[in-house]
């Protein structure tokens, strides 16, 4: 948590966040993240979060964002699982090449830990 203490936009957010879903689920996060990102869930109040936070304009529908911080350059990705992950699961077959493919929704919110 003290990561995000030396920026205001990123200690704004994190306050927020934890207003929003509360000191537990925060903290369930925080103990959850590895080395390099604190991963939080997304949801239509986290989305106005970010956009408030960072100054992002967020499409209506979108499925991946990669953004950072205006003042500490933090990076943060908005999707549906890892950063740079491939979006099919191990072993999951991909639909026929006629169909129309579509990537899943954004789920998660993936803070930096450090800002780069």
Known sequence: ??????CGRCSFFLAGYRVIHGADELKQA???SDDEWLTLSWDHETRRLVQSSYGSRLDIEFYYYDGRC???QRRFVIGAGEVGAEPYAEGEEREQEEEAWELPEPSTLRMALTAN
């Open 1 to 6: 948590m003290a990561d995000f203490i030396a």
């Open 30 to 32: 925080a103990e959850a």
């Open 70 to 72: 205006p003042e500490c």
